[in-house]
């Protein structure tokens, strides 16, 4: 408890100026107090003339306030004893910079003395406060790194500071080595850069301000993309339960058709069946009747009684009935048949067409942002495949290469070619074919693709590991997996490539003044990638373009 008194009593009795007990406190108009030769110091040494500050609270006041010694303060300071022996907390401690004057535990030091050079508690300080010659000496907080103001060649406090070779010196090298040098004051060097640690400072405060508006965009964006991904779940959940439940009734519609039909065909056999189990009925007992007749033997009775030839003819039964062919139900089966069919196509062709292409780029300008520079493997090249410019462009020879070495990767039987690069995330490139053949095809696949062999596994869009599209003397074709389909859109010598790997998007462009969208693809690609061509024609020539 003495320790906090004494902690409070030093506090209060403090000057905020010299960081020492007052001396001849003196109280001015806004309430603090200061020793009297440090508050005359301080404004002696404003440069606002007339007007003069309170070092603490800033509180301007004019004219000059006129300063009277504060008895009551006096007094005070005579009772608190803070003369007496130094807490503990006062002494220097591992982290602390030490007094060096004091003998002994040695005490915390409170001013560094850079023309001394050396660092004072508040008893050994007084010097600096009491005789004039020191208290020209500059006064710094605590330093442990005295040495580092003090020049190393002439043992002298280094005041200058050299613009021309970036150092601080001393004067003698002012006069020495650095003379004719550009130099200011260490004093003027750090108000210049303090000046332009603010600029740098305003800087950095607005790029975290611009920054921080930018993750609250972002943030919000996020939130809508959220907000918006789930309206549309929502809503496409409706939509396809609203499909499901059409799709449902068209079935049961269906089902009640085949069972009326079934009914009415049933009833009208039965009916006929029924018809013709009666006429055999008396066509038996007719038949016994002649029978019994046949067999007696009154003659007269048997003349009588039979009946005569033409008689029996014309009542012999001729059947109306004809049975149709069991296929009562097939037109139903083609029909659903031909609608699942239609829906297949519709899905798989016409789903690309959903919402999920949004982030696809919609101009040149936008591709090119994800243009990637492709070059051909020679080891995957087909023997009659020529390649050159750096591996980017190949031409078809009409001739094997024989210095070629023959190499596991390499098409043996395809004239076709795969990039170096395996692709992944979003990629855009241009193809631009020439030569005197109109037959090419640029595609995707990935790099597990077979290569020997006159086999659909090695030719690209014949299997399920590629994607491809080819143009002919009239018109486009899209291939896949044995799909085929048939494209139409400006003829071009240029196509242009988009991937977006994880969204699962394909996309091929006829591009010359404008891009024009040929085919896309929606699907999910569970492998990278690799770019190829495959040549049909002698002299044809497919080059990957180095894209700005």
Request: proline content about 4%; hydrophobic content about 30%.
């Amino acid at each position: 408890m003495a320790q906090k008194g004494v902690q409070m009593d030093q506090e209060t009795f403090s000057c905020s100026i010299c960081v020492d007990l007052l001396k001849d406190p003196v109280t001015i108009p806004c309430g603090h107090s200061y020793c009297m030769n440090c508050i005359k110091a301080h404004w002696d040494g404003e440069d606002r003339k007339g007007i003069h500050s309170c070092p603490q609270c800033r509180e301007t006041f004019t004219p000059r306030p006129v300063l009277v010694k504060s008895t009551m303060l006096a007094e005070q300071l005579k009772k608190t004893e803070l003369q007496a022996a130094p807490a503990d907390h006062c002494y220097a401690g591992p982290e602390d910079v030490a007094c060096d004057v004091c003998s002994g535990r040695k005490l915390k030091a409170i001013k560094s003395c850079l023309a001394c050079p050396a660092s004072y508690c508040k008893k050994h300080l007084q010097p600096h406060h009491d005789a004039p010659p020191l208290k020209k000496h500059k006064l710094i907080d605590p330093s442990k790194n005295l040495q580092q103001h003090i020049c190393p060649r002439h043992d002298e406090v280094m005041k200058i500071f050299c613009r021309t070779d970036q150092q601080s010196i001393c004067y003698r090298c002012l006069m020495e080595e650095h003379k004719g040098h550009e130099t200011v004051t260490i004093e003027d060097e750090r108000t210049e850069r303090q000046k332009e640690l603010e600029g740098s400072r305003q800087q950095i405060q607005q790029r975290i301000q611009d920054a921080e508006k930018d993750v609250k965009l972002l943030q919000q964006e996020v939130e809508a993309i959220d907000q918006s991904a789930d309206k549309t779940v929502e809503h496409s959940q409706k939509i396809f339960t609203e499909l499901i439940r059409l799709l449902q009734k068209r079935s049961s519609d269906v089902k009640q058709q085949i069972r009326s039909q079934q009914e009415a065909e049933g009833s009208r056999v039965k009916e006929l069946q029924k018809k013709l189990e009666q006429e055999i009925t008396e066509l038996k007992r007719k038949d016994a009747e002649l029978e019994q007749l046949s067999h007696t033997e009154d003659h007269s009775q048997f003349l009588h009684s039979c009946p005569s030839v033409s008689a029996l003819r014309g009542a012999t039964h001729s059947s109306s009935i004809k049975i149709r062919p069991l296929r009562h139900f097939e037109d139903v089966t083609a029909a659903v048949s031909e609608l699942r069919d239609k829906l297949q196509d519709f899905l798989r062709e016409e789903w690309t067409n959903i919402s999920l292409t949004e982030g696809e780029p919609k101009s040149r300008a936008e591709f090119l942002k994800y243009s990637r520079e492709i070059t051909l493997d020679p080891n995957t090249a087909h023997t009659q495949l020529l390649l050159s410019e750096g591996n980017r462009k190949v031409t078809l020879l009409n001739y094997l290469q024989s210095s070629i070495p023959s190499h596991s990767d390499r098409f043996t039987h395809w004239k076709q070619v795969l990039s170096r690069e395996s692709l992944t995330g979003r990629c855009y490139w241009e193809v631009e074919w020439g030569g005197r053949g109109e037959d090419f095809a640029v595609a995707v696949a990935y790099k597990n693709i077979s290569r020997a062999g006159f086999c659909h596994d090695c030719l690209f869009g014949s299997n399920n590991v590629s994607w491809s599209l080819s143009r002919g003397t009239n018109s486009y074709r899209f291939e896949h997996n044995k799909f085929q389909k048939r494209v139409s859109g400006p003829r071009s010598s240029r196509i242009g490539v988009y991937l977006d790997h994880r969204a699962g998007i394909l996309s091929f462009y006829s591009v010359s003044e404008t891009m024009t969208l040929l085919h896309r693809v929606q699907t999910s690609f569970t492998q990278p990638l690799c770019a190829g061509v495959w040549l049909l024609v002698d002299g044809v020539t497919a080059e990957f373009i180095k894209l700005k």
